[in-house]
């Protein structure tokens, strides 16, 4: 069974950076990679970025690369992403999801209930 548990989200202003956590609860963590979406409102789920087993490898969406920053901190079975100089364009939910796949066009399989960030100007 994994569960993922999403946190950091809120409503912050243009200009501000915030860091999204997700804590999985696992057996064995290093056997998940992990990536984050979003959902802008009435829209589908899009992919953001994503982080391999060992930490060593990441992926982001190209809209996103110069500002969003994706880590793992396996000690902590915990992945963060780091959003710099925020735009209300950033505004959706934010989820996390987590895969034995490094391949992110497969839909994972497991999935947080999300974090709404909302970003004013």
């Known amino acids: 069974q994994v569960q993922l548990v999403e946190s950091g989200g809120g409503s912050v202003q243009a200009g501000d950076y915030l860091t999204l956590t997700c804590a999985v609860s696992v057996r064995t963590f290093s056997d998940y990679t992990v990536g984050w979406y979003r959902q802008f409102p009435g829209k589908n789920r899009e992919f953001v970025a994503a982080v391999n087993w060992y930490g060593d490898k990441t992926n982001y969406v190209d809209a996103v690369k110069d500002r969003f920053t994706i880590s793992r901190d396996d000690t902590r079975n915990s992945v963060y992403l780091l959003i710099t100089d925020l735009k209300p364009e950033d505004t959706a939910i934010y989820y996390c999801?987590?895969?034995?796949?490094?391949?992110?066009?497969?839909?994972?399989?497991?999935w947080g209930q999300g974090t709404q960030v909302t970003v004013t100007p």
């Open positions: 999801a987590a895969s034995t796949r490094w391949d992110y066009s497969y839909r994972p399989m497991y």
